[in-house]
């Protein structure tokens, strides 16, 4: 099993494409962070409330973790991409075939791919977060905000962030194991977490015997692991528990792993 693993981690770490994303991944948690920061620092000047319930006399700690959870709340595209292209690539190129005359185990590859994925979704998880901290208490300094950073809420957090990015990189891995046609995945993935989720989670909020059903959506089961939301501070439904949110979100990835090991990866690849 330790040679298949490593034989995956070389996959990934010898394509340019993970750093790329990765570089993508700062751009976007930058600008995200630090508009909706800056909307609240400077919500008094511009006549605004930036963040719901931001400005004068909201909890300064609250608002902090709302801007410094923004990297899972719109981040999460980018770990969980790693992990689906970590699967679609060898569908793309040919190079599964290779990869099951060598380790004939279709069972032992998903699992080595979902072990590999884990550092990279790692990487993705600590710098996103960190990026997001990075302007986004940029952003409260400037307008002469508290930052939060010396609450234990806040670290709480940014740590439960980071194990919310890294669990999307293996949600990657069983949605790639599921749907292997690369060009697919990508435009599957960009809609629903940048379009189809988030309209559809404000859609649910406002019908009221089904407004609890979108917690178990997967990008409010990331956010329930950090244990704060942008979309949940807009009214749209309230959160699970960390934990539950960290087993929904896992159970996405095991669902969807069975399903092509079923479906795809038991067929003949050739």
Same mark, same amino acid.
């Given at each position: 099993?330790?040679?298949?693993?490593?034989?995956?981690?070389?996959?990934?770490?010898?394509? +340019?494409?993970?750093?790329?994303?990765?570089?993508?991944?700062?751009?976007?948690?930058?600008?995200?962070?630090?508009?909706?920061?800056?909307?609240?620092?400077?919500?008094?000047?511009?006549?605004?409330?930036?963040?719901?319930?931001?400005?004068?006399?909201?909890?300064?700690?609250?608002?902090?973790?709302?801007?410094? %959870?923004?990297?899972?709340?719109?981040?999460? /595209?980018?770990?969980?991409?790693?992990?689906?292209?970590?699967?679609?690539? #060898?569908? +793309?190129?040919?190079?599964?075939?290779?990869?099951?005359?060598?380790?004939? %185990?279709?069972?032992?590859?998903?699992?080595?791919?979902?072990?590999? /994925?884990?550092?990279?979704?790692?990487?993705?998880?600590?710098?996103?977060?960190?990026?997001?901290?990075?302007?986004?208490?940029?952003?409260?300094?400037?307008?002469?905000?508290?930052?939060?950073?010396? %609450?234990?809420?806040?670290?709480?957090?940014?740590?439960?962030?980071?194990?919310?990015?890294?669990?999307?990189?293996? /949600?990657?891995?069983?949605?790639?194991?599921?749907?292997?046609?690369?060009?697919?995945?990508?435009?599957?993935?960009?809609?629903?977490?940048?379009?189809?989720?988030?309209?559809?989670?404000?859609?649910?909020?406002?019908? #009221?015997?089904?407004?609890?059903?979108?917690?178990?959506?997967?990008?409010?089961?990331?956010?329930?692991?950090?244990?704060?939301?942008?979309?949940?501070?807009?009214?749209?439904?309230?959160?699970?528990?960390?934990?539950?949110?960290?087993?929904?979100?896992?159970?996405?990835?095991?669902?969807?792993?069975?399903?092509?090991?079923?479906?795809?990866?038991?067929?003949?690849?050739?």
């Amino acid at each position: 099993m330790s040679a298949v693993i490593s034989s995956e981690l070389r996959k990934i770490r010898s394509t +340019r494409l993970w750093w790329v994303l990765l570089w993508c991944m700062v751009a976007g948690v930058a600008f995200m962070t630090a508009a909706i920061g800056f909307s609240y620092a400077f919500a008094d000047e511009i006549g605004g409330s930036g963040v719901e319930g931001g400005g004068a006399g909201a909890d300064p700690v609250a608002t902090a973790q709302i801007i410094y %959870s923004l990297p899972v709340s719109f981040g999460y /595209v980018f770990p969980v991409m790693v992990g689906a292209l970590a699967v679609t690539a #060898e569908f +793309r190129h040919r190079t599964i075939d290779t990869t099951l005359l060598l380790e004939p %185990s279709r069972a032992k590859v998903i699992g080595a791919k979902f072990i590999a /994925v884990i550092p990279f979704a790692l990487i993705y998880a600590i710098v996103g977060v960190s990026t997001g901290v990075a302007m986004g208490a940029g952003a409260l300094m400037l307008g002469g905000e508290p930052t939060g950073l010396g %609450s234990a809420d806040i670290w709480r957090t940014l740590g439960m962030s980071v194990v919310a990015l890294t669990a999307w990189g293996l /949600v990657g891995v069983g949605f790639g194991t599921a749907l292997t046609n690369q060009v697919v995945v990508i435009v599957v993935l960009l809609g629903w977490t940048q379009l189809v989720e988030p309209i559809v989670r404000f859609a649910l909020a406002l019908i #009221e015997p089904l407004a609890g059903a979108g917690r178990f959506m997967p990008g409010a089961a990331g956010e329930a692991i950090a244990g704060a939301s942008f979309y949940s501070t807009a009214g749209v439904g309230d959160l699970l528990a960390p934990w539950a949110g960290l087993l929904v979100l896992l159970g996405y990835a095991l669902i969807a792993a069975i399903i092509g090991w079923l479906i795809t990866f038991r067929k003949d690849i050739s």
